[in-house]
Structures are given as C-alpha cells and as structure tokens.
Nanobody, 122 residues
Framework: QVQLVESGGGLVQAGGSLRLSCAAS????????MGWFRQAPGKEREFVAA???????YFANSVKGRFTIARDNAKNTVYLQMNSLNPEDTAVYYC????????????????WGQGTQVTVSS
C-alpha cells in the first residue's frame, strides 16, 4: 500500500500561486494514477486534477487553465501548481493514488494523504 504525504499549503492572496507536493512511499509509484482532490468546509470532496501513469492529465473545469499537474517518478512525487488563485479555491487539498479506475471519481482511489490546507484571501 502506497503512503502519501502532502506539503506546500498555506495562506496566499487572491491572484497568487502555490505549488503542492505529494511524496509517495513504495516502489510502484509509477504505476499509479495520482490525483488531487479538495474539500471545503461543509462541502463534499471534489476532484481537482489527476495524472495517469502514462502522463495523461485531467482537470476539473473550475481549475482548467489555472492549475497544472506533473509527476516525477524518480522522486516518487506528484505536484499541483496552482496559479491565479481565488477565494473559492480555499480548501483542504488531498493527494490520492489509484491503481485502476476513473481518475475523476473520488471513490475509486486506493490511498489518501492527510491533506494540506490552502487558504486564499481576498
């Protein structure tokens, strides 16, 4: 079972940028689809972005054009670059690993990190 640890969250002003990182343990990182999800207070966890083992990327419409996702298999790390942040992006961001399934579906991931808080002030 892969274990995931997120980092890089924090407080940023609207229009600013943050880069989240997710470090994974285990030798099979490169075979997983890696996803980022977020959960705001009182809301359900929602899909943000994902990158397959082959490098295909997927984005929620709300972040398309502002966020990018990348992976470094040599470092067992996946990144979420977030630009042009706005207060609606405020949430706890979670990294997740998927052996197989639909990348956008929260219920089809096998492992989750503990989350990192992102707060965007107006």
């Amino acid at each position: 079972q892969v274990q995931l640890v997120e980092s890089g969250g924090g407080l940023v002003q609207a229009g600013g940028s943050l880069r989240l990182s997710c470090a994974a343990s285990g030798r099979t990182f490169s075979s997983y689809t890696m996803g980022w999800f977020r959960q705001a207070p009182g809301k359900e966890r929602e899909f943000v972005a994902a990158i397959s083992w082959g490098g295909n990327t997927y984005f929620a419409n709300s972040v398309k054009g502002r966020f990018t996702i990348a992976r470094d298999n040599a470092k067992n790390t996946v990144y979420l670059q977030m630009n042009s942040l706005n207060p609606e992006d405020t949430a706890v961001y979670y990294c997740a690993a998927q052996r197989s399934g639909v990348p956008r579906r929260v219920g089809e991931y096998d492992a989750w990190g503990q989350g990192t808080q992102v707060t965007v002030s107006s």
